[in-house]
Nanobody, 125 residues
Framework: QVQLVESGGGFVQAGGSLRLSCAAS????????MAWFRQTPGQERDFVAA????????SYRSSVKGRFTISRDNARNTVSLQMNSLKPEDTAVYFCAADNAHPYIVYTPEQYEYWGQGTQVTVSS
C-alpha cells in the first residue's frame, strides 16, 4: 500500500511558477507509475501529467505541454510537478496518484489506485 502527501500549492500571479511535490510511503514506490490530476468545483478530475516507474517515460495533457514538467526521485520516494508560465485556467486542486496495475501510463482517475489529499493552486490574472 502507498500513502501520498502533496505539498507546494499556493497562490501565484499569472506567469509565475509553482513546484508541487508528492511524498510517498512504502518500499515499492519505484514500481508505481505516478500522475498528477487536477479538479475544479463541479468538474471531473482531469489528467495533467504522468511518469513511468523508472522515470524514462512521461505524458502531458496538451494544455500544459512546454509549461509543466513531471519528475520523480525513486531514492527519496517523491514525484514533483514543476509548473511554469501559470495561467488562471490552471487554478484547481491538484492530486497526486499512483498506479501499479498497468505497465504503461494510463489517463483516467479510475485506473489509479492511490491518491493524495490534494493541494490548492490558485493563479490570479
Amino acid at each position: 500500500q502507498v500513502q501520498l502527501v502533496e505539498s507546494g500549492g499556493g497562490f501565484v500571479q499569472a506567469g509565475g511558477s509553482l513546484r508541487l511535490s508528492c511524498a510517498a510511503s512504502g518500499r515499492t514506490f519505484s514500481t508505481y507509475y505516478m500522475a498528477w490530476f487536477r479538479q475544479t468545483p463541479g468538474q471531473e478530475r482531469d489528467f495533467v501529467a504522468a511518469i513511468s516507474s523508472t522515470g524514462t517515460g512521461t505524458s502531458y495533457r496538451s494544455s500544459v505541454k512546454g509549461r509543466f514538467t513531471i519528475s520523480r526521485d525513486n531514492a527519496r520516494n517523491t514525484v514533483s510537478l514543476q509548473m511554469n508560465s501559470l495561467k488562471p485556467e490552471d487554478t484547481a486542486v491538484y492530486f497526486c496518484a499512483a498506479d501499479n496495475a498497468h505497465p504503461y501510463i494510463v489517463y483516467t482517475p479510475e485506473q489509479y489506485e492511490y491518491w493524495g489529499q490534494g493541494t490548492q493552486v490558485t493563479v490570479s490574472s
